[in-house]
């Protein structure tokens, strides 16, 4: 069974950083892609990034490309979200996801239906 594990989120002012983390466990395959979510009270879940195992793939939502840098260390399995320049409209919930796919398979963006395995989520609020 895999399991997810989110770290990293807190409180911090508008213009400031912060890491995620979601160190992944039991996959049965090297193949997979790793989205990161976000959720705002009374909105949808919407995509923010992934990225894939395997391959050098990666995206980015528009609102968080330029500031915000996903990667990967396979050796800890862990998959990182670098968020920078940070703003309150980032506040949310922020949950990772993995899907197993097939070598060579970009990571998918969503929609979150699409992933089958999800942390707990981790609190971010973006405030002054």
């Known amino acids: 069974q895999v399991q997810l594990v989110e770290s990293g989120g807190g409180l911090v002012q508008p213009g400031g950083s912060l890491r995620l983390s979601c160190a992944a466990s039991?996959?049965?395959?090297?193949?997979?892609?790793i989205g990161w979510f976000r959720q705002a009270p009374g909105k949808e879940r919407e995509g923010v990034s992934c990225?894939?195992?395997?391959?050098?793939?990666?995206y980015y939502a528009d609102s968080v490309k330029g500031r915000f840098t996903v990667s990967r260390d396979n050796a800890k399995n862990t998959v990182y979200l670098q968020m920078n320049s940070l703003k309150p409209e980032d506040t949310a919930v922020y949950y990772c996801?993995?899907?197993?796919?097939?070598?060579?398979?970009?990571?998918?963006?969503?929609?979150?239906?699409?992933?089958?395995?999800w942390g707990q989520g981790t609190q971010v609020t973006v405030s002054s």
């Open positions: 996801a993995a899907v197993d796919t097939m070598w060579g398979s970009p990571c998918l963006r969503g929609p979150p239906s699409v992933y089958d395995y």
């Open positions: 039991g996959f049965t395959s090297d193949y997979y892609s």
């Open positions: 990225i894939s195992s395997n391959i050098d793939s990666t």
